[in-house]
């Protein structure tokens, strides 16, 4: 990372990437449109540029030209527009994506926790069965004691005159044994009163249990139910995705006719045949002293990789310049004007050749001052900056280029106008 600043305006740090979502993709008829701008520039300058001298038919040649490219220009006016449609239509699946991607957390939590009170609902039920199987093996001993107390009772019967008179047993043994036999019974009360309480028992944990059983049914659908949406928003995902994927391979697409169309750039500016070889400013001559095109903070260097606000990375080709609005951008050097118009993948672009081959790319101005075959001098003013124009890269973008080759600005502007971030907080 470094930072650098132009006639002292503020530093601004250069970041290599920017956090941003993905572009939307142009539609065909938008990039079959953008080619035929691209062979109408190619062919346009595919012949020397007529300056003044030239007869009265490539003058009318070159008005011919001019006209075309303005209404391409405003073909190419609604095809940004359709993009930014897209864009917006893009973030908006992107925003859907995400909170389907919550949503599916929140699911899946859900029925974790569904889940665990599950196993917890097993664990009670679990211990009600085997309270149930004690309580039940309880009874049956009771049962079993209360049967031999009941017939016993039954046998013996009340002591009266027979029982003592027919019996072998004295009175005193009899009593005795009656009284112990009425403790047996109390005893058999008592166990009358357990059975009864165990019988309530029993009861108690068959409706608790009927009750656990209900409530785990209960949950059980309610799981089913929150699994069976789950899997409804991952097939809603599933589907956006596949979308998503659509719109990528479309903007893959755009990103070739881009690529595409900075070459045919390269190759039509080399193309170019100017009679004027040498300025009276002196491109070549006054390497290392040439004004920058804006005062302004350098935010990305030559040759950097960089992300723009659509998501497509590239590496830069040139340098870009942030400056503040309604600043006038000026020539660096003398020139002539051999385009003046919207370039697609650069925007508002002025390109200047400045004699043996040397060119100059100024793009993204808000507004345009100068005419293509308009010749300049250095400082003249070529265009204003503005925010319109960086809707999707940050910057005014400048470029030099000596036939297809790209050349570091740096090299070229005046020292003395730049200065580093360590320099100016010393």
Not at 244 to 256: F, M, P, S
Not at 309 to 317: A, D, E, H, Q, Y
Request: charged share 25%; proline share 2%.
């Amino acid at each position: 990372m470094r930072s650098i600043i132009i006639s002292g305006t503020h530093i601004c740090h250069l970041s290599q990437t920017d956090h941003l979502h993905g572009s939307s993709a142009l539609k065909d008829r938008g990039a079959v449109l953008a080619i035929f701008l691209l062979t109408l520039f190619m062919f346009a300058f595919s012949s020397p540029v007529h300056g003044e001298g030239e007869s009265d038919s490539a003058t009318n040649d070159v008005s011919t030209f001019r006209i075309k490219i303005r209404r391409l220009q405003h073909g190419i006016v609604q095809q940004k527009n359709q993009i930014s449609e897209n864009q917006q239509q893009e973030r908006s699946i992107l925003e859907e994506i995400e909170a389907l991607d919550t949503k599916l957390s929140s699911q899946k939590d859900k029925v974790a926790e569904l889940k665990d009170k599950m196993d917890h609902q097993q664990a009670l039920i679990d211990r009600e069965e085997k309270a149930l199987s004690t309580i039940r093996t309880d009874r049956d001993v009771v049962e079993r004691h209360l049967k031999k107390r009941i017939t016993a009772y039954y046998t013996m019967g009340h002591i009266g005159l027979l029982n003592v008179t027919f019996s072998t047993k004295t009175l005193p043994e009899l009593l005795s044994f009656h009284d112990s036999f009425n403790s047996l019974i109390k005893y058999d009360q008592e166990v009358i009163t357990v059975y009864r309480e165990t019988i309530k028992e029993l009861e108690r944990a068959k409706e608790a249990l009927s009750l656990e059983k209900s409530v785990l049914e209960e949950f059980i659908v309610q799981a089913q139910n929150e699994e069976a949406l789950l899997e409804a928003t991952k097939t809603e995902k599933r589907s956006l995705l596949t979308h998503i994927r659509t719109q990528v391979r479309l903007h893959k697409q755009a990103i070739d006719e881009m690529q595409e169309a900075s070459q045919n750039l390269a190759n039509s500016i080399v193309s170019i045949k100017n009679k004027h070889e040498t300025y009276e400013e002196g491109f070549f001559t006054n390497k290392g002293n040439l004004p920058p095109p804006v005062d302004g903070t350098i935010i990305t260097l030559f040759l950097q990789e960089k992300t723009n606000k659509l998501g497509i990375s590239r590496k830069s080709m040139g340098i870009e310049l942030q400056a503040s609005s309604d600043t006038k951008i000026i020539a660096v050097s003398g020139g002539d004007i051999i385009y003046a118009g919207y370039l697609r993948g650069y925007g508002n672009t002025v390109i200047i050749h400045h004699g043996l081959q040397y060119y100059t790319v100024t793009s993204r101005m808000e507004k345009i001052l100068v005419k293509q075959g308009q010749k300049v001098k250095i400082n003249d003013t070529i265009g204003i900056v503005g925010d319109t124009m960086t809707l999707f890269d940050e910057g005014l973008y400048f470029e030099i280029r000596h036939g297809k080759e790209s050349l570091d600005p740096l090299l070229w502007l005046n020292p003395n106008r730049l200065s580093t971030l360590h320099e100016t907080n010393s």
